[in-house]
Structures are given as structure tokens and as C-alpha cells.
């Protein structure tokens, strides 16, 4: 005797479509998410195809905080500058690996004119007004030569606040490299200052 069981067929031939297409989203999913630089050079957010940078939409949440530096006042308490810096997802992973910065990788610094308070602690500074970004993408010597933000293996850019898609910079070497000298041998990124790269 053959006893059929319709309902349960459907209940499993509809689970077995669920799951495949659940399994779909994830391989979508995780290959979006593998590494830092998967959209920064192509036809992505960050660099246009001219090689000319712009701050990424929406950093402050999709991107990984690597950490923060205070500049001291000449004169008086409280610190001059505040530097907060993100890294594109997947950097922090990828630089622990290895100790490099992947091709595609984008770093995004907020410079801070800081508030300078007085809390049961002391004196304190904490980000105030937003004075503008600073903006590198690790990129391939010669990727885009007619670019002059572009060489010594990064893309690089200021703009100030109020207009992060126009930098006001012209000539990397002039404008950006000169604050870099000392991390030349840590690929031009002062890596100390960033505890989540520490192996």
C-alpha cells in the first residue's frame, strides 16, 4: 500500500527553495564583505575614473575605527587638534594578516578643531567643529599618472569641511607627503598610533 503525503512535499520542496536562495544571500553577502578595497578603484564611491578621490558616503558607520591622535596646544591645556581616523571594512583584518595595506584600502582622517571643557576628570577636549578630511586609497605606483594626488603607492587628498567631494589640494608630493616622511618605512601611515593593527 502507497500512502502519499502532498502537504509534506510542498512543506519540504518549499523549505529546500528557502534555503537555496538563503544560501545565495550569503555568498553574495560575504563576497561584498571580504576585504577592504573591493569598490574603492573601480567604478566605486571613493575614486572617480580619473583617479580624483572623494570622502565615502556614510564612513562613520560602515567603516572600521582604527583610532585617534591629539595634537597639544602650543600654549595652555587641552589639545590643539583632534585626528579621528576610519579604515575601508576588512583593513584591519587583512593588515593583521600580513602587515600591509591591501591594494583598493581607503583611509579617511576627520581633523577637529577641539572643545575644550572641564569635567570631574580635568580638562578635557573632545571633537568640536569639523575642519575637513584627509583621504588616502592604497593604489598601485602608476595607476593613474596624468593625477598629481597620486604616487608612492597611495592616492591622496584634504578637503575641507563643507565639501567632500572637491579637494583643495594640488600636488601630493606639496601639499600631503611632507607630514608623512617619518611613517615612510610603515608604507606612510604612522600604523603606532592604531591599536587595532597590532598583532
Not at 573591493?38 to 583617479?51: Q, T
Not at 578630511?133 to 593604489?139: E, I, L, P, S
Not at 595607476?143 to 608612492?152: I, L
Not at 608604507?187 to 592604531?194: F, K, L, Q
Amino acid at each position: 500500500m502507497r500512502v502519499r503525503f502532498p502537504a509534506m512535499s510542498a512543506a519540504i520542496a518549499s523549505g529546500v527553495i528557502v534555503t537555496a536562495i538563503f544560501s545565495q544571500w550569503i555568498a553574495a553577502h560575504a563576497q561584498t564583505n571580504t576585504t577592504a578595497p573591493s569598490n574603492a578603484l573601480g567604478a566605486g564611491a571613493v575614486v572617480d575614473a580619473a583617479g580624483n578621490l572623494r570622502v565615502p558616503d556614510g564612513y562613520r558607520t560602515a567603516y572600521e575605527s582604527l583610532g585617534s591622535w591629539a595634537i597639544a596646544a602650543d600654549q595652555g591645556k587641552g589639545a590643539k587638534e583632534l585626528h579621528l581616523v576610519y579604515a575601508s571594512p576588512g583593513t584591519i583584518a587583512a593588515y593583521r594578516k600580513d602587515g600591509r595595506f591591501p591594494d583598493g584600502t581607503v583611509l579617511v582622517k576627520e581633523v577637529f578643531q577641539p572643545a575644550i571643557e572641564q569635567k570631574t576628570t580635568g580638562t578635557v577636549s573632545r571633537a568640536g567643529t569639523l575642519k575637513g578630511w584627509f583621504v588616502m586609497v592604497k593604489g598601485e605606483n602608476g595607476r593613474y599618472p596624468d593625477n598629481q594626488m597620486w604616487g608612492d603607492g597611495w592616492g591622496w587628498s584634504w578637503f575641507d569641511a563643507g565639501n567632500p567631494t572637491k579637494t583643495t589640494s594640488k600636488n601630493y608630493k606639496t601639499d600631503c607627503l611632507g607630514c608623512h616622511v617619518p611613517a615612510r618605512g610603515s608604507d606612510w601611515v604612522y600604523v603606532e598610533g592604531y591599536q587595532p593593527l597590532k598583532r
